[in-house]
């Protein structure tokens, strides 16, 4: 029997969030078929590691930087890195030095494959592209096996800006394991957090980045604390900025409950789940909060719109008063949130199951290792 191959995951991070979340679930599901090699390109930024079955066979070496002044001589010690693996596992802008460095060294070093991911901006792009990277992309992707996307946003901006070849471009949406949602929670999910009487419990997941605008969500419950209690999962850098904003607000019974894995054991403490970014692109944590059954209040980015049931469509909002009156509306109504929580529930049911997910990720990876059943 042949070796299982060995998958070399070039991470802009891996603290653990969807891009994250979504890697570790293929490792977890693939067990002993693949070997894996995981990079951060951000120092000590390897929360999701945790969360990787103890049976799976990873490891963490510890390659050049892959961001920071180009150079021919840092591109070629990254190439070098990728040596002695089967295939190259790429993903976010952060990665594409990477990329770059597998462009430009692919023949000459004989590199093993390379796919590219792209889940989404930061910041710094949320607001519009930046031509320099779209240019950058478009050259360093040039050599790349395939270009796989969550959305049909992403789809369109590798169509477009970044003039990708439709056959390269691979959208492959997200799944999760439905079964596991739905449940009641479990009591002890979340360390620490007590519900406050009398109050509807808003909830949100993600990791606590510029670009998740959390205080944003923090100011639409502001004027509606009187009922609303807002209940945080996620660790990040602006943990401090966002307990800043809900003190000056008044929000002091806000729970930050940092990062808790397997979202199934807590989604259940949520009356209402919240989305509160400037830019998503196919978030998980909806899908997750659509199959436990919950209204959704959200800003209109990425393919949210187009993920959610027609019934919620109208607490999708523009901006943030938008936002602070859709959950106004639901806060005031419960069978309102009931009705759009199950139409949630059935619209992640026959949608947004993991084995879809799980066999297109195995045939297109499959189809670069030129071993089109290793996965399977």
């Known amino acids: 029997m042949a070796d299982p191959p060995r998958l070399l995951h070039l991470h802009s991070s891996f603290d653990l969030g969807g891009k994250e979340a979504r890697a570790v679930q293929l490792m977890n599901h693939w067990g002993p078929r693949a070997t894996h090699s995981v990079v951060s390109g951000v120092a000590g930024a390897m929360g999701a590691a945790s969360a990787i079955n103890k049976d799976i066979s990873v490891s963490y070496p510890d390659p050049p930087p892959l961001q920071g002044r180009p150079g021919l ?15 190259i596992l790429t993903y976010n802008w952060g990665a594409m030095d990477a990329v770059f460095a597998h462009r430009l060294f692919a023949r000459s070093m004989r590199l093993p494959p390379l796919i590219h991911h792209e889940d989404g901006f930061n910041a710094d792009e949320a607001n519009g592209l930046k031509p320099a990277r779209n240019l950058y992309r478009r050259f360093g992707l040039s050599r790349a096996s395939a270009l796989v996307v969550p959305s049909t946003v992403l789809e369109r901006i590798a169509l477009g800006p970044w003039h990708q070849p ?5 959208l492959i949406p ?39 605008n959390i205080p944003r969500l923090v100011r639409a419950i502001a004027p509606h604390r009187d009922r609303l209690q807002l209940l945080i999962v996620g660790e990040g850098p602006e943990r401090d900025t966002i307990a800043r904003e809900a003190a000056a607000h008044g929000l002091d019974d806000i729970h930050l409950a940092g990062f808790q894995a397997q979202p199934w054991r807590f989604m259940g403490h949520f009356d209402i789940f919240a989305l509160s970014s400037d830019s998503e692109q196919f978030p998980i944590s909806l899908v997750e909060a659509m199959a436990a059954g919950l209204p959704v209040a959200s800003t209109a980015v990425g393919d949210v719109a187009a993920m959610l049931s027609p019934e919620n469509l109208p607490f999708v909002a523009s901006d943030e008063a938008g936002l602070s009156t ?48 290793v996965l399977r």
């Open 326 to 373: 859709a959950l106004d509306r639901l806060a005031s109504d419960a069978d309102l949130r009931q009705s759009l929580g199950n139409a949630n529930q059935r619209r992640a049911r026959t949608r947004y199951g993991q084995d879809a997910m799980f066999d297109a990720y195995a045939r297109l990876y499959g189809m670069a290792l030129a071993r089109p059943d």
């Open 166 to 170: 439709r056959d390269r471009v691979h």
């Open 73 to 87: 001589s840092r591109f070629r010690a990254i190439a070098r890195s990728m040596q002695g693996h089967d295939l």
């Open 174 to 212: 997200n799944g999760i394991d439905l079964a596991r949602y739905g449940a009641p929670p479990l009591p002890d999910a979340l360390p620490g957090f007590v519900r406050t009487p009398g109050k509807l419990v808003v909830g949100t997941l993600a990791g606590l980045r510029t670009v998740k």
